[in-house]
């Protein structure tokens, strides 16, 4: 089975460009989250959907980030306009329900120049 | 401030040796997960673990819960190069939540 898919696993873009990452769960899994990981602040929840609906969006870090889920197979995270210390990896994970062991995808690996 | 403190940091060890990994924190936590992370990939859980006390196994690997759900460890016997990667503790603060506080990980180098 495919596990979660994220897109692009690269991105480099210059400060004030808009960028969008893309994810797809494991087919059937109905909650996914966002992290963001840096060297720095480790992992962090950045935003929680259950059934597509945004659940906890405590973790997003200020206005130029947002996440949208319009269907059961695809999510985006959005930054506009970005800045250096946007730079990071960012996860896409997905669990069956709340409470079950959320997998992981392969990440984005972004750089803002 | 960071709830989950990792130890060490760094650890470079031969094939066939032991090696103990701490995760500690000041904060009570009703559940607690350990990942592996390898380079150019997402964490992958190992194990979760809810009770005070608790240990378990996965091979080579021990896992302990501190009494006070306080406070974890990771013991890997006769480590392998393929046990090498970054090591993440994560703490849930609440029963049944999916919100988990990752510590900054133990980056672990086995050597042939």
């Known amino acids: 089975d495919a596990g979660v898919i994220q897109s692009p696993r690269h991105e480099v873009t210059e400060m004030g460009q808009e960028v969008t990452l893309r994810c797809k769960p494991i087919s059937g899994h109905n909650s996914l989250f966002w992290y963001r990981q840096t060297m720095m602040r480790g992992l962090e929840l950045l935003i929680y959907f259950n059934n597509n609906v945004p659940i906890d969006d405590s973790g997003m870090p200020e206005d130029r980030f947002s996440a949208k889920m319009p269907n059961a197979s695809f999510s985006t995270l959005k930054i506009q306009p970005s800045e250096p210390r946007d730079s990071a990896v960012y996860f896409c994970a997905s669990s069956s329900s709340e409470n079950q062991p959320q997998h992981f995808g392969d990440g984005t690996r972004l750089s803002i120049l | 401030t960071q709830l989950l403190e990792q130890s060490p940091q760094f650890l470079s060890i031969q094939e066939g040796e032991n090696l103990t990994v701490y995760c500690n924190s000041s904060?009570?936590?009703?559940?607690l997960q350990w990942y592996r992370q390898e380079p150019g990939e997402g964490p992958v859980l190992l194990v979760t673990v809810v009770t005070g006390g608790e240990v378990k196994k996965l091979k080579r690997l021990t896992f302990q819960f501190g009494d006070a759900r306080k406070d974890s460890s990771l013991h890997i016997t006769a480590a392998q190069t393929g046990d090498t990667g970054l090591y993440l503790c994560?703490?849930?603060?609440?029963?049944?939540?999916?919100?988990?506080?990752f510590g900054t990980g133990t980056r672990l180098k086995v050597l042939a």
């Open positions: 904060s009570v936590f009703s559940s």
């Open positions: 994560a703490g849930a603060r609440g029963s049944g939540t999916y919100k988990y506080i």
